[in-house]
């Protein structure tokens, strides 16, 4: 089993679609994930950080299921400019402070129409 | 411009050759790593740097990768005698000083071509 995995993609929605990523993740002693966004060769950025059950800015919200090794992306009211490339992150270190190396997903693919 | 930087941001190389790349992170993160990103995949892990310290490998960095940081400021990242397989996107990240460790940023990639 892979460390992280994300829906292989993409995705293809129309302007204000309200679209979901699923991403697992095998190690259960894992304390913090992220979401990054990665644009068309560009660098991923940070999107969101997820520590406890959830996390919600403007039209993303992050959900955690600890039980589940679980976390999803949701992304309301999409725009043309949230197409990109999603990656779901499980750093590998205790969170906060000893700062490891990050474990990512192949991302998700995001293609919002007009 | 403070955030991370890398340079060069293309280099094309024949197989055999070697290639260095450098990246200067953010002033105030004492922890740089290097990924490595191929078409369709998320970046995985490199190496990583504590101050001047290399604390992690990974079994991806085979003997032909070598990278420093003499002053625990800018690294680092050759690679000897090219093959077509290292052919990729080389992103350099840092964390640390007032953000949480675990918060990477990246800087704009170097992207090899091995031919």
């Not at chain 1, 204000?16 to 993740?25: L, S, W």
């Not at chain 1, 969101?48 to 959900?63: C, H, I, K, L, P």
């Not at chain 1, 992304?75 to 499980?90: E, Q």
Request: glycine residues 8%; charged residues 20%.
């Amino acid at each position: 089993r892979k460390e992280v995995e994300q829906d292989p993609g993409p995705f293809n929605v129309p302007e204000g679609a309200t679209v979901a990523f699923n991403c697992t993740y095998s190690n259960s002693a894992s304390q913090s994930f992220f979401w990054y966004r990665q644009d068309c060769r560009k660098e991923p950025k940070l999107l969101m950080s997820v520590y406890s059950s959830g996390n919600e800015d403007g039209r993303f919200t992050a959900q955690l299921n600890r039980a589940s090794q679980y976390i999803s992306l949701l992304i309301r009211d999409s725009k043309l400019s949230d197409s990109a490339t999603y990656l779901c992150v499980v750093p590998l270190g205790p969170i906060y402070n000893q700062g490891g190396k990050l474990i990512f997903g192949q991302g998700t693919e995001l293609s919002v129409k007009p | 411009d403070t955030g991370v930087s890398q340079d060069p941001r293309h280099k094309i190389t024949k197989r055999g050759q070697n290639v260095t790349f450098r990246c200067d992170p953010i002033s105030e993160h004492n922890r740089l790593y290097w990924y490595r990103q191929t078409l369709g995949q998320g970046p995985e892990f490199l190496t990583y740097f504590q101050n001047e310290a290399q604390l992690e490998k990974s079994r991806l960095l085979s003997d032909r990768f070598s990278a420093e940081r003499p002053k625990g400021s800018f690294s680092t990242l050759e690679i000897q005698r090219t093959e077509q397989g290292d052919s990729a996107m080389y992103l350099c990240a840092s964390s640390g000083g007032r953000s949480s460790y675990n918060e990477q940023f990246f800087g704009p990639g170097t992207r090899l071509t091995v031919l």
